[in-house]
């Protein structure tokens, strides 16, 4: 038996809306003893169930994997992880010829919240949010194993710094099966270092995918610069565009390091790129009417709503001087992963930004992330990344 949260009068309408979330000032009381990971069963003011879900200590108290009355098995997690690859399977994304990487299983947007699974070409990258996906991870990588058959060579765990920090129970980075055969990944056609050992997220951003193949079709003959460029993804697609020049920017040495082995392994020693471990923010200070396309796709500004308002000063500071410094018919991707940041709000800071340089500015592009990283029309909150792709006059 499972232990009930009872919610109070008139607060069951976000879960009837198959919202996922349950929020703690939502709950009346807890029936039975509940611990951070446990499978709950969430119920209205009068005891009808609407839920079950994984209890968590915070803000967000229960986060519903199943909206049925669903036994949580071996055979659960089977069907989740299956119709997750079976959906992607159908949009052509698993057998691609020149693509063999791509999101798994994105958490809401599979109906598994919680937890994220990357597949670099044979290794499986999870990485978990929540205790209670944490605790499941042995039945998860048996039904990675069970749906994916001779194509998973590893399961690679990613979750030690992104479980809640106060939660007694650990989950090591680390191998949870089999061995990877390679860190070499394509997409589409262009070759890829993966450090999902050492790198941020799962060890490279694959929601921005499509994004990069758009840059390609803007680059040919143009300087070229890249903001906040990690491992070189929109750099290799630059190259690939046949641009002049591509300059890749990031604080980071190590990040720089797997850009200009990314470059090598996609063109050898090409002088059109170049490469620069310093802070962005510096950088950009001295770049006027040198670029004709610029990307900004910086980190996370907002992780939680307390700090909104200054994210969005940095996203309006940082694209005031990628506009007022680009050349006249210059191209601006510009880009915000902040959850907390609506599309609106992001709108509004490139508006703030292009209005306070008095240069005239056209929207080419509204990006999002690809379909691998789906969202869940009932919580909006999913579409987490934002683009736009200006003209400046």
Same mark, same amino acid.
């Given at each position: !038996?499972?232990?009930?949260? %009872? ?26 003893? *509940? ?27 229960v986060?519903?994997?199943?909206? +049925?009355?669903s ?22 994304? +698993? ?6 990487? =791509? ?21 499986? *990258?999870? /990485? !978990?949010?929540?205790?209670? !996906?944490? !605790? ?12 994916l ?19 007694? &129970?650990?989950?090591?980075?680390g ?8 860190? %070499? ?8 270092? %993966? ?22 079709? #803007? ?10 460029? =990690? ?35 996609? &063109?050898?020693?090409?002088?059109r790129?170049k ?15 040198? #670029?004709?396309v ?13 700090v ?25 991707? +510009? &880009? ?13 800071? *490139? ?7 008095g ?6 592009? /509204? ?12 919580h909006?909150?999913?579409? =987490? ?9």
């Amino acid at each position: !038996m499972y232990a009930k949260v %009872i919610l109070k009068s008139g607060k069951d309408q976000s879960a009837r809306r198959f919202h996922p979330w349950i929020f703690s000032g939502a709950i009346k009381k807890i029936k039975g003893e *509940v611990s951070e990971g446990d499978i709950v069963e969430v119920y209205d003011n009068k005891e009808e169930l609407l839920g079950i879900g994984h209890f968590q200590i915070g803000s967000i108290a229960v986060r519903i994997i199943s909206f +049925t009355d669903s036994e949580i098995n071996e055979n659960f997690w089977f069907e989740k992880i299956q119709k997750a690859y079976e959906y992607r399977k159908k949009l052509g994304i +698993t057998d691609n010829d020149n693509t063999n990487v =791509y999101r798994l299983l994105h958490a809401e947007g599979d109906g598994m919240p919680g937890v994220i699974i990357d597949f670099y070409n044979g290794t499986a *990258v999870i /990485q !978990m949010h929540s205790i209670g !996906m944490a !605790m499941e991870v042995n039945k998860i990588v048996d039904a990675l194993k069970a749906v994916l058959g001779d194509k998973l060579k590893a399961v690679y765990n990613k979750s030690e710094a992104t479980l809640p920090f106060k939660a007694e &129970f650990k989950l090591p980075d680390g191998l949870l099966f089999g061995e990877s055969v390679t860190n %070499i990944v394509e997409e589409y056609g262009n070759k890829f270092k %993966i450090s999902w050992v050492d790198g941020q997220k799962t060890g490279f951003f694959i929601d921005q995918r499509e994004n990069r193949k758009l840059l390609q079709s #803007y680059s040919k003959g143009k300087k070229v610069l890249n903001v906040f460029g =990690y491992t070189g993804g929109f750099s290799v697609y630059a190259m690939q565009g046949e641009a002049e020049l591509v300059h890749s920017v990031d604080s980071s040495k190590k990040a720089i390091e797997l850009t200009d082995e990314n470059i090598k392994l996609n &063109f050898g020693d090409d002088a059109r790129h170049k490469s620069f471990a310093v802070d962005a923010f510096g950088f950009l200070e001295d770049i006027d009417d040198k #670029y004709d396309v610029i990307i900004l796709d910086p980190p996370a500004f907002a992780k939680h709503h307390n700090v909104l308002n200054n994210a969005l000063q940095g996203y309006k500071r940082i694209n005031a001087k990628a506009i007022e410094s680009i050349k006249k018919g210059g191209i601006l991707f +510009t &880009f915000s992963c902040s959850q907390v940041v609506t599309k609106e709000n992001f709108r509004k800071a *490139v508006f703030s930004a292009a209005a306070s340089t008095g240069r005239n500015v056209k929207i080419l592009h /509204q990006l999002t992330q690809p379909v691998d990283h789906p969202v869940n029309i009932y919580h909006p909150e999913g579409e =987490y990344l934002k683009g736009l792709v200006v003209y400046v006059e």
